[in-house]
T-cell receptor
Framework: IAGITQAPTSQILAAGRRMTLRCTQD?????MYWYRQDLGLGLRLIHY???????GKGEVPDGYSVSRANTDDFPLTLASAVPSQTSVYFC???????????FGEGSRLTVL | GEDVEQSLFLSVREGDSSVINCTYT??????LYWYKQEPGAGLQLLTY?????DMKQDQRLTVLLNKKDKHLSLRIADTQTGDSAIYFC?????????????FGQGTELSVKP
């Protein structure tokens, strides 16, 4: 059972470039999330989707966009990357009963 | 995660108990969680407690919830070197668009032999 799969694992990107982080889940969870993790700040919610076809903004949505065309996939796009977007990005999905989040292994992004 | 507060570091000796504390702000939160993150990995759920409970015990882990003070703690008995990791508390906030988890900054637990 794969759970949550993220790609790429790691990427170095020039400022101004467009980048899409991919996330796929095989648990048929309705809700999915993107968080970024930065030292001393914990995890901050970027965008979320409660069900296929809907998305919402989290705490730090600026500079990011998401789409949810189906239940399994929830890509995160940086239209024009900036150095402050250097971070580790985690995708997650949640069990509707308890709200437990299941996390991917993370995508480490460095913007130069 | 600025509304969920944790201290950043905790150091204990192997065999001692560890207590990691967390304060949250939303009294309507339904579930509170403890996640563990090992180096280079994602977060894994350790345990959770429903907001109408005061305590939950699971093997070496004890969670205490004080709703009046909005304080959550995680006690790890007989701490081992394999418990070294970052521990995150999180609260599930309910809204008109469903529940979202808000995380604290994480507490880095260092276990010395």
């Amino acid at each position: 059972i794969a759970g949550i799969t993220q790609a790429p694992t790691s990427q170095i990107l020039a400022a101004g470039r467009r980048m899409t982080l991919r996330c796929t889940q095989d648990m048929r969870h309705n809700a999915m999330y993107w968080y970024r993790q930065d030292l001393g700040l914990g995890l901050r919610l970027i965008h979320y989707s409660n069900t296929a076809g809907t998305t919402g903004k989290g705490e730090v949505p600026d500079g990011y966009s998401v789409s949810r065309a189906n239940t399994d996939d929830f890509p995160l796009t940086l239209a024009s990357a900036v150095p402050s977007q250097t971070s580790v990005y985690f995708c997650a999905s949640s069990d509707s009963a308890t709200g437990e989040l299941f996390f991917g292994e993370g995508s480490r992004l460095t913007v130069l | 995660g600025e509304d969920v507060e944790q201290s950043l570091f905790l150091s204990v000796r192997e065999g001692d108990s560890s207590v990691i504390n967390c304060t949250y702000t939303d009294s309507s939160s339904t579930y509170l969680y403890w996640y563990k993150q090992e180096p280079g990995a994602g977060l894994q759920l350790l345990t959770y407690i429903f907001s109408n409970m005061d305590m939950k015990q699971d093997q070496r882990l004890t969670v205490l919830l004080n709703k009046k003070d909005k304080h959550l703690s995680l006690r790890i008995a007989d701490t081992q070197t394999g418990d070294s990791a970052i521990y995150f508390c999180a609260e599930r906030r309910m809204g008109n668009q469903g529940g979202k988890l808000i995380f604290g900054q994480g507490t880095e637990l260092s276990v010395k032999p």
